[in-house]
């Protein structure tokens, strides 16, 4: 197969790049371009951070601040809704329309998912919002907790945004 023959069926396989991609191709992409996700800082009125559990191969185990990376013809605020739906389980969220933070993240060690422009909101939940982890326990992927300073197991590659935390 050469490469226009593998460009077609690789379009035929991803009909809606917006929907997000299968892993496959995700971790190609991710091996030769970089890739530009959005990391929300959100904090209570006890000035405390919302950070969640994550546990994966590519940045290891700890807390971290919730983000997501940017889908195809996606703006970084829909990508933003779409992090406080999917990760923090709340339907509006509001958020200053300027990044707080801009970093470049490149992991010399690593061939996927190695490189990562990175712009951080600064978010605000309703005065509603109730902190709700459904069945999720500590050390479960996606477990959620307020934190009065930056815990020591933060993951590395959040390490940056010690001075937000």
Not at 26 to 36: A, D, E, N, R
Not at 121 to 127: G, I, N, T, V
């Amino acid at each position: 197969m050469n490469l226009s023959e593998a460009t077609k069926f690789l379009t035929q396989q991803v009909p809606d790049p917006s929907q997000g991609l299968p892993d496959e191709v995700f971790y190609y992409i991710s091996s030769v371009t970089p890739l530009v996700n959005v990391d929300l800082l959100i904090k209570d009125e006890k000035g405390r951070t919302l950070l969640t559990w994550r546990d994966d191969p590519f940045c290891g185990t700890g807390w971290h601040i919730p983000g997501g990376i940017i889908r195809f013809k996606e703006t970084m605020a829909q990508r933003i809704i779409k992090v406080a739906q999917g990760e923090i389980g709340v339907e509006n969220i509001e958020y200053d329309q300027t990044p707080i933070n801009l970093h470049e993240f490149i992991h010399e060690e690593q061939e996927i998912r190695s490189h990562f422009i990175s712009f951080l909101f600064r978010c605000f939940l309703p005065s509603s919002y109730k902190l709700d982890n459904k069945e999720k326990k500590p050390g479960d992927v996606g477990y959620m907790q307020w934190h009065d300073k930056c815990p020591d197991n933060l993951i590395e590659f959040h390490e940056v945004y010690l001075k937000f935390i």
